[in-house]
């Protein structure tokens, strides 16, 4: 038998409404049932100063959450792991708190067949050490013209489909997808760009883009499908999440569509509330992404969108690239960048500290139950007999992001430098300890 216990942690489980200063015990990579607490704690003090097989953890002024579930990252492997391979970003979740990550399907070869699903489980079988989900691709190649083979990826384990980094632009296509998807049980992740409105636009339109002439991305490009993707969700009635939302108008699409009861959600990524489209003025490319950064009047919105739950998730978007690829003209370079080891320190410290929009418990909930909930996870809770993924938060720990000390085998972060309140401190998957402060 191995034990862990947990002590005098502040437990917070929402998805059992449990919020208390207690004891946790850890038996044999299982959370173990109350009973067992006290029975360990005995068996501890009995043994004195011997050698104890039972490990003892002091959670005095942490938070004891569930271990946190990122829904939106990019590893790059198979096909570019000069950026980022399954193994160092499995680090760098761990090293962010993160027990649980969902990854992209455009990597070369794109995963949108059983081969290349099956590649991506064996590998991270074999070398992450946070629990690796991947999801399938909508359509063959990312190309937006023909359909995934949807009953076989899902047969291969996928937990949703998406063309991240791609929108699918054939209505029709994307209805027949969402259709397949309620078959087979699982949601649709999209990525909501309208390529005629977008264009060849690399920043926000507005402001911004005009004063430094770069090409703009107006915000209705997001909109509009956003606007398409609530018409399909409600025709097909099922559910579409749209990912990393920047825009007012989409907030206010998704909030009116939620209260009719349309299976929509939108999911939040830090840069998308720490910065707008001013600090593109130095034409540094760690500051483009796709989606924009937009104005303080889209921050605001979002910040009110995830105070009243029209938002419902948070993720990174961890989107990593090697300097050689970002050190090029502003129009030239990749969009995005890496989020695993700086996300829920952002989170924490704009959210809950500094604007105050939502409490930690909610927090916690938008990482671990509602992430659970829309793709069916058996992951995210501290029951008793649930595997032991476990996440300890200093929530008011004042740090500094330092770059250069990432696990992830990128480097492409605006936020160097930058000093936070809150962060992981432990986290432990299956009852092992993968990585801690
Ligand atoms: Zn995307």
């Not at 990550?101 to 064996?122: F, G, Q």
């Not at 961890?318 to 300097?323: I, N, Q, R, T, V």
């Not at 501290?382 to 992830?408: H, N, Q, Y």
């Amino acid at each position: 038998m191995s034990a862990i216990l947990i002590r005098n942690g502040r437990v917070i489980d929402p998805a059992n409404k449990r919020d208390e200063v207690v004891d946790l015990a850890i038996i044999d990579g299982r959370i173990a049932q109350r009973s067992e607490v006290s029975r360990l704690r005995q068996a501890k003090a009995s043994q004195g100063s011997q050698k104890s097989e039972i490990e003892e953890i002091d959670a005095k002024g942490l938070i004891v959450a569930p271990g946190l579930i990122d829904m939106h990252v990019h590893l790059r492997e198979p096909g570019f792991s000069h950026k980022e391979t399954i193994e160092s970003g499995a680090r760098a979740a761990a090293a962010g708190g993160f027990t649980t990550i969902v990854c992209m399907p455009n990597t070369s070869p794109v995963a949108d067949s059983p081969a290349t699903i099956t590649w991506v489980n064996d590998r991270a079988a074999d070398t992450a050490c946070v629990n690796v989900l991947p999801t399938g691709a909508v359509s063959k190649n990312l190309a937006g013209e023909e359909l995934a083979s949807i009953g076989s990826l899902a047969e291969a384990g996928v937990v949703a489909i998406t063309d991240d980094g791609h929108c699918i632009q054939n209505h029709e296509l994307m209805r027949r997808a969402v259709e397949y998807a309620r078959m087979v049980g699982m949601p649709v992740l999209d990525h909501c760009q309208d390529y005629n409105l977008v264009g060849n636009g690399v920043v926000n339109e507005g402001y911004w883009s005009t004063l430094l002439g770069l090409p703009g991305w107006p915000a209705a490009g997001e909109e509009a499908i956003v606007m398409r993707n609530i018409l399909l969700a409600e025709l097909c009635d099922h559910y579409i999440h749209c990912q990393h939302v920047s825009a007012a108008g989409s907030v206010r699409l998704i909030r009116e569509a939620r209260a009719r009861g349309i299976k929509i959600s939108g999911e939040v990524c830090p840069h998308h509330i720490a910065l707008t489209d001013e600090a593109i003025q130095n034409f540094d490319t760690n500051y483009k992404m796709n989606p924009p950064l937009r104005s303080q009047r889209d921050v605001d919105a979002i910040l009110e969108g995830i105070a009243d739950g029209t938002l419902s998730i948070l993720a990174s978007d961890h989107a990593p690239h090697a300097g050689f690829e970002k050190e090029v003209e502003f129009d030239a370079a990749p969009f995005g960048i890496v989020g695993l080891e700086t996300e829920l320190g952002l989170f924490l410290d704009l959210l809950v500290h500094k604007h105050r929009k939502i409490d930690i418990v909610r927090l916690i909930e938008m990482y671990t139950v509602e992430p659970a909930k829309l793709l069916k996870l058996d992951a995210g809770t501290l029951s008793a007999g649930a595997k032991a993924d476990v996440t300890l938060i200093d929530p008011d720990l004042e740090w500094r992001v330092k770059i250069d000390k990432f696990e992830s085998a990128s480097r492409n972060s605006p936020f160097d430098g930058w000093k936070l309140r809150g962060r992981a401190v432990r986290t432990i998957v299956g009852g092992e300890t993968v990585w801690k402060s």
